[in-house]
T-cell receptor, first 112, second 114 residues
Framework: QKEVEQNSGPLSVPEGAIASLNCTYS??????FFWYRQYSGKSPELIMFIYSNGDKEDGRFTAQLNKASQYVSLLIRDSQPSDSATYLC????????????FGAGTRLTVKP | DAGVTQSPTHLIKTRGQQVTLRCSPK?????VSWYQQALGQGPQFIFQ???????QRGNFPDRFSGHQFPNYSSELNVNALLLGDSALYLCASSLSRTNRDTQYFGPGTRLTVL
């Protein structure tokens, strides 16, 4: 089992729709969870981080964390063509472990 | 506010050669992590430097080594290059005392090994 798993996609949604991206992780001791956006040929850009169970909203983005089920998700409301990118889920394994593990990413396409 | 910078942007080397990549962290950050990202994959952790020492290392061979300078900038060295070392090398910086390790990436160095 991979430490951080994401559906590779591609996920295609129409402009204005809600895009839902999911991520599961294997280490129950994981402390911190991050979502990065990566445009083709560019480096990852931090979108959101979440540390506690529940929802965290920032503009059109909402991160959801459920530690009991070991999953974290990212919702993008009112999706725009400029949101088309690969979304990487990253997990910091534990308090004293500085090794951050990434999923392979989900490719999102928002169609006009 | 200066972000993370990396140099060079692109590099082409041949098998067996050695390469040095450089990174300057975001202003105010003291910790530098290096990642290798192969095409179609997520970044893989190479190692992290803090207080001029390697604090943690991922599953990479000894051919990969690094250094952190007193000004927090860092270098990644790769010896005896293999074709499989071709990848995007990413540097990420963070502030250690937050202990949450929110990392910000630089633009990366694209390494091609022929």
């Amino acid at each position: 089992q991979k430490e951080v798993e994401q559906n590779s996609g591609p996920l295609s949604v129409p402009e204005g729709a809600i895009a839902s991206l999911n991520c599961t992780y294997s280490d129950r001791g994981s402390q911190s969870f991050f979502w990065y956006r990566q445009y083709s040929g560019k480096s990852p850009e931090l979108i959101m981080f979440i540390y506690s169970n529940g929802d965290k909203e920032d503009g059109r983005f909402t991160a959801q964390l459920n530690k009991a089920s070991q999953y974290v998700s990212l919702l993008i409301r009112d999706s725009q063509p400029s949101d088309s990118a690969t979304y990487l889920c990253a997990v910091k394994l534990s308090e004293n472990n500085n090794d951050m593990r990434f999923g392979a990413g989900t490719r999102l396409t928002v169609k006009p | 506010d200066a972000g993370v910078t990396q140099s060079p942007t692109h590099l082409i080397k041949t098998r067996g050669q050695q390469v040095t990549l450089r990174c300057s962290p975001k202003s105010g950050h003291d910790t530098v992590s290096w990642y290798q990202q192969a095409l179609g994959q997520g970044p893989q952790f190479i190692f992290q430097y803090y207080e001029e020492e390697e604090r943690q290392r991922g599953n990479f061979p000894d051919r990969f080594s690094g250094h952190q300078f007193p000004n927090y900038s860092s270098e990644l060295n790769v010896n005896a290059l293999l074709l499989g070392d071709s990848a995007l090398y990413l540097c990420a910086s963070s502030l250690s005392r937050t202990n949450r390790d929110t990392q910000y990436f630089g633009p990366g160095t694209r390494l091609t090994v022929l």
